[in-house]
């Protein structure tokens, strides 16, 4: 089964409802040549993923280039895919004494130039401010996001690990709709289901996109007693079904009603499969409530 597109209305967009994340991709302990990089992009687009996201921090400011020069060897790549990039962290080095955030109109059209530059394309399809800036000033953002589109240089701007009143004050300014809010939820990072966050991004009609749902490998490699609890009933489940545990874990994040957008952080040419196929094995609610129990220690209210 090939992985669906997921529409977002207000855009007139679509992106395949898992994404493909760069973050590790330096970590590949087979490396991170173009040919290792090429046939990772090949594996996901074999399976319907064609959306892939990256940071221009990401591997020490490196894994854009890295991307880049796969697309430079490959060109009829650009046509096939998506970029989502993201940007507003400034990390400690000769430059920086101090590790900040930076949401200046300067920064965010320096970042999407650079970005494009390292990626070798003409043009982002989103752009994403990585981390809410205390400083930031939603009328300088809006008016630099507005620029860069009718400049074409990018389709769609979004945040990332925004509260819902950081968001909402964002958008109160922003003519456009921003595209997601890209947050961190697993069955060990909840709250985006009881803060508001996902509430919002139904309200907003958005579709939130979900970093480290795996909470980072610890869900397969447990180390406390919940965590060796949820791993075994991903497994009984998985059992039942006659899929993998790491089916059942991506298919938990696909029953909720603002169609949450999984970001894949595996090497691994078979996880990546793997996680493909995980809508062909459905949770029903009463499934999707036992995960949540078992993972948070307790039931609900």
């Not at 330096?26 to 594996?43: C, F, M, N, S, W």
């Not at 697309?71 to 400690?92: A, W």
């Not at 070798?120 to 507005?146: A, C, G, Q, T, W």
Request: charged share 25%.
């Amino acid at each position: 089964m090939m992985v669906p597109q997921i529409e977002f209305p207000k855009h007139n967009f679509s992106i395949s409802r898992l994404v493909y994340g760069i973050w590790r991709l330096h970590e590949d302990p087979l490396g991170a040549t173009v040919e290792r990089i090429y046939e990772k992009i090949q594996t996901c687009l074999n399976f319907g993923i064609d959306t892939f996201d990256h940071a221009d921090i990401y591997g020490d400011f490196e894994n854009e280039e890295r991307f880049g020069r796969v697309l430079e060897k490959h060109p009829s790549l650009k046509s096939k895919i998506k970029i989502i990039t993201k940007c507003g962290i400034q990390v400690p080095g000769s430059k920086f004494p101090t590790k900040h955030y930076n949401t200046s109109k300067e920064h965010i059209r320096y970042s999407v130039e650079r970005s494009l530059h390292k990626l070798k394309v003409d043009v982002l399809d989103v752009v994403l401010i990585h981390r809410p800036d205390p400083l930031m000033d939603p009328y300088e953002m809006s008016e630099v996001f507005d620029a860069i589109i009718k400049e074409g240089k990018v389709k769609h701007f979004g945040v990332s690990n925004f509260t819902t009143t950081q968001f909402q004050m964002l958008q109160s300014v922003y003519d456009r709709p921003l595209i997601t809010n890209q947050v961190e939820f697993s069955l060990f990072c909840t709250e985006p289901l009881f803060d508001g966050t996902f509430d919002q991004a139904i309200q907003f009609g958005f579709h939130p996109m979900v970093w480290s749902p795996t909470a980072g490998g610890r869900i397969f490699s447990p180390k406390t007693d919940t965590e060796t609890q949820t791993l075994q009933k991903l497994q009984v489940f998985a059992k039942e079904k006659g899929c993998s545990a790491d089916q059942i874990l991506y298919s938990w994040f696909l029953n909720h009603p603002a169609g949450l957008i999984p970001v894949l952080g595996t090497n691994d040419l078979k996880r990546i499969q793997s996680a493909a196929e995980c809508f062909s094995y459905p949770l029903t609610r009463v499934e999707w409530f036992t995960l949540l129990e078992v993972a948070r220690g307790r039931e609900v209210a």
